[in-house]
């Protein structure tokens, strides 16, 4: 895993109060015993070192069992902004129950909801843990969350993969972030991708919300991107036309 350069991008949202406001959105970092520690050194200086309100990662933080990688896990969670997490589809194979307490810094949204409070506004997160949740007969609470967002005005929903933006637009969600398709790792690969996910990568606009897919930071299966760099992403949030 090695750091690309933080990439930088103007979301437009139909909320005047959260003009301004930022968030370092990371994914899909797959820690494994390959992972050197120093690169995780490095993100979490990165990310100590952005003038960010703060940091979500949509999933799939491990790529193996906790037990070979707790000195990397326990750097990550020296994070000191404050970070918004949900499980992926690798965290829950791995082990997430054995992840969660490793990462006490953090606050998990699965199922969670939370309020934020920026400038004069309070903002409405909340999360649901990974579609495969059902597998590890974990229940997906989604009436809960589409309850509970679309009671507020300013709110941002996160999950793993692409294809929960429709609970986003139930709750007429300000922002969906997530991630999970490492926007196709290697190409042509983005094509079967695409028969599985809505979006691929980057920023779309459907009804009220936007929607960001970050091509996260790690590998899946092999140790190589080609056409699909990774990506560290600032997302700026603003009520102005972004053209």
Known sequence: MKLPSLKEIEVFV?????????ILHLSDIHINKKTSLKNIQDLVTLCNLCEVDFVV?????????VKYILDKLKVLNSIEKKVFYISGNHDLF???EELKPLLENFILLD?????????????ALAGLGDRFSKFFKIKREENKVI???S?????????HQPKDYKFALKANAKL???????????????????????FLAGLF???????????GLGYWGIDFRYKANSEITLLKLTSKSVE
């Open 57 to 65: 990662i949509t999933g799939d933080i491990i790529d193996c069992k």
């Open 147 to 149: 309850n509970f967002l």
């Open 14 to 22: 139909k909320a005047h109060e959260l003009e301004g406001l930022k």
């Open 151 to 159: 009671a507020y005005e300013n709110s941002i929903f996160l999950a």
């Open 111 to 123: 199922n969670e909801t939370y309020f934020l409070k920026y400038k004069n506004a309070k903002i």
């Open 176 to 198: 969906f972030l997530c991630g999970h398709t490492h926007g196709g790792q290697i190409y042509p690969f983005h094509y079967v991708v695409r028969l599985f996910q809505p």
């Open 205 to 215: 606009y459907i009804k009220q919300t936007a929607i960001y897919v970050n091509k």
């Open 94 to 96: 791995y082990g997430f």
